[in-house]
């Protein structure tokens, strides 16, 4: 029989020490651990005072364990599963969860009682971890569903709207109506335009998700940004409104980034368009600098600027600060998708009445 417990006794050790569970004994306002919770913790084997474990709690967790102490010095019966953070060798807090049964309580030598609690105690950091993991990606599932539905929502309502100009404007050139030539032509042009717009819309929607979901490959090369910008200035400057002066400032010494021109020249061209339909006047400047670390691209212009409660909602999908204004909606969204894809970020100035400046700051090592 004394063979049989030593055995079942040692399984039971062996059990507990795999399963890093280890177990306490909580006794007249000290916790006395097994020698394994110290070794664990690479901590001396000697007794826990309740005010030192009560420092080791996280301070958010404190009021409750201070109820819970309360509660076994004064002899309530009880029997517990608690969760909480602990620091007990000063290398940061982690989550423990202690189980203890019903209080023993033994009469001592003068008739008074002295509260003993027995219970196991486990580090849960690496279970909370996966359970606050599981929540986020519950989360971020949550939101990507909600994100497709209003995606596909405004995609529908986005090609509805040319489409329906296409139809109606061909039906009207298809019908008996007598149309003199100079509105067949105005009808014509009205349908082309549109066609433009849903082809581009289309094209968009089809570059944005490919570039989200990682299916579209960058092309990537060495690239003098000063040639870069040249091109790009050369491209637009016959393209002005009246009034309105397009500037390069470039550094002397060219950078040299390894990048993909084609989505670069995409990103700045954008923001080229976006400012030449709300400047009237003034100028539109392509600038670039860089030190040792970053280079920033940026697009200036002196139109009419972004209201400050806009500004968040600018890289959205379908987001048009003037919704005749011709274009998508969609091309912010797409740069932002490309520099993110560079490892690098946009930033936004603007003042309403006064301009914008789009920044693109990318990282940068000399060569």
């Known amino acids: 029989m004394q063979e049989n417990l030593k055995h079942e006794k040692e399984f039971l050790s062996f059990a507990l020490e795999s399963g890093n569970i280890f177990t306490f004994r909580y006794k007249n306002g000290t916790f006395y651990f097994d020698k394994e919770f110290y070794h664990y913790l690479n901590m001396p084997e000697e007794p826990i005072s ?28 009880s029997r517990q599963i608690t969760r909480r953070r602990y620091d007990f060798n000063g290398q940061g807090h982690q989550w423990w969860e202690f189980r203890y049964a019903q209080n023993t309580n033994i009469k001592t030598a ?54 329906n100009a296409i139809v ?49 490959s960058f092309t990537y090369a060495d690239c003098d940004l000063n040639q870069l910008v040249e091109d790009i200035f050369n491209t637009h400057r016959v393209l002005m409104p009246q009034g309105v002066e397009l500037i390069k400032e470039v550094p002397e010494i060219p950078a040299i980034i390894n990048t993909d021109r084609f989505r670069l020249t995409q990103v700045v061209t954008n923001f080229i368009n976006n400012a030449t339909k709300f400047t009237t006047h003034g100028y539109i400047k392509v600038k670039y600098e860089y030190d040792t670390e970053h280079i920033l691209l940026s697009v200036e212009d002196t139109g009419k600027g972004i209201p400050k409660d806009k500004i968040k909602q600018v890289f959205e999908r379908f987001q048009k600060l003037d919704e005749f204004a011709k274009g998508t909606g969609l091309g912010l969204a797409i740069s932002l998708s ?23 700051s990318l990282p940068y090592t000399p060569q």
């Not at 309740?50 to 709690?57: H, L, Q, T, V, Y």
């Not at 996966?130 to 990606?137: G, H, M, Q, S, Y």
Request: glycine fraction near 6%; include cysteine.
């Open 110 to 163: 003068g008739n008074d009682y002295s509260v003993e609690v027995n219970g196991l105690c486990l580090n849960i950091q690496q279970i909370k971890e996966t359970e606050i993991n599981l929540t986020k990606a519950l989360k971020k599932a949550e939101e990507s569903d909600k994100m497709k539905s209003a995606f596909l929502a405004n995609m529908s309502h986005e090609i509805r709207t040319p489409l």
């Open 50 to 77: 309740a005010e030192r474990f009560s420092k080791a709690i996280h301070q958010d967790e404190q009021a409750d364990f201070q109820l819970n102490r309360y509660k076994l010095d004064h002899g309530f019966p």
């Open 338 to 360: 490309i520099i993110k894809t560079f490892k690098g970020t946009i930033l936004l100035d603007s003042e309403e009445g006064k301009g914008s400046k789009f920044t693109i």
């Open 168 to 216: 109606g404007f061909s039906q009207l050139l298809s019908s008996d109506m007598e149309l003199e030539q100079d509105e067949k032509n105005e009808f014509i042009g009205l349908i082309n335009t549109n066609n433009d717009l849903l082809l581009k819309l289309i094209s968009d929607i089809l570059d944005l998700s490919r570039i989200e979901s990682g299916q579209i």
